[in-house]
């Protein structure tokens, strides 16, 4: 186990190499300027902000120099938000982030694979279509729209938690179910495909003739199985989570990186837009690992070999 994480890491490194390369080339490469996008810049004041950044000279100067301050966690000075590094910024909005992406992780995820399964197991029957419903709602409704129905119903008709902020423990939870409603529908689904899959399987069909109880083969024996899709989802599904909603963290004004994000790309916001595609990549390729590592956990006969 530890060695396969080892090559893991190892092989994240030129991962991270070509990601944080095709960033910048991207972004430098685009059409427009980092200075210019809201008002002319005289062309001295423009050469001057270029020297500051690190932005004149050749595209492969440019390039060396950022990869050189990458390499050494220097992620540089925004160009947008003038007088803040990129490390500032992510400081403080990736653990807002993180917190609510946390919570609605985890609100997904037990709520998803709890309803899939009782879909299951009441499969063709009223509790099955009732679930898969709720699901399909969940699914269809975007945040949008799913916000603003919350804060109706939860903030006005029945006040119990305050419209938007952050900073009290009742100002994260309407914005954790929110950002968690369409996952959870999407891992329902999931969940009760593949537990319709293990339930006609042989070691099912034993643990039933042995007599055990019904919740105990459901629980202790095919859950453990039909958990495996599951598994593989939440990889990209934790690094989407954790990183930010734009939408929702703008609808409820939550500092989060979000909207810095978002920002960035607008106002082509060069080294924002590399710190937060580094910050993204980085969670994706760990959580992926402790994926393969949880499925190993779960499944014996599959072997880490890479």
């Known amino acids: 186990m530890i060695a396969f994480i080892f090559r893991r890491l190892l092989l994240a490194v030129p991962v991270l190499f070509v990601v944080i390369s095709l960033t910048f080339l991207l972004m430098r490469l685009t059409p427009g300027n980092p200075f210019s996008a809201d008002r002319a810049i005289p062309p001295r004041i423009l050469a001057k902000l270029e020297a500051k950044h690190q932005l004149d000279g050749t595209l492969w100067q440019q390039y060396t120099r950022y990869i050189r301050d990458v390499a050494h966690g220097n992620l540089r000075d925004s160009t947008k938000y003038f007088g803040r590094t990129v490390n500032e910024i992510l400081a403080q909005t990736l653990p807002v982030s993180a917190t609510l992406g946390s919570l609605a992780f985890l609100i997904a995820l037990g709520a998803g694979i709890f309803l899939g399964t009782y879909a299951a197991v009441h499969h063709d029957q009223a509790q099955d279509r009732l679930a ?72 099912v069909r034993t643990a039933r003739a042995k007599g055990l109880p019904e919740r105990v083969v459901i629980y202790r024996h ?10 593989s989802y939440c990889g990209p599904l934790a690094a989407s989570i954790l990183t930010g909603s734009i939408v929702v963290e703008q609808i409820f004004k939550i500092p989060g990186l979000g909207p810095f994000f978002i920002n960035s790309v607008l106002n082509r916001d060069l080294f924002m837009v590399g710190g937060t595609v580094l910050v993204y990549s980085v969670t994706l390729i760990s959580f992926n690992i402790v994926v393969d590592a949880l499925y190993f956990l779960l499944d014996r006969r599959i072997k880490l070999t890479s």
């Open 222 to 231: 095919a859950l453990k199985v039909a958990i495996l899709p599951v598994v």
């Open 132 to 203: 898969m419903l709720t699901a399909l709602l969940g699914i269809s409704l975007p945040s949008f729209i799913l916000a603003p129905l919350l804060i109706l119903v939860f903030c006005t008709y029945v006040p119990i938690f305050p419209v938007a902020g952050w900073g009290s423990p009742d100002q994260i939870i309407l914005p954790a179910i929110c950002l968690s409603l369409p996952f959870a529908a999407a891992i329902a689904r999931l969940m009760r495909t593949s537990m319709l899959e293990v339930l006609h399987l042989e070691f």
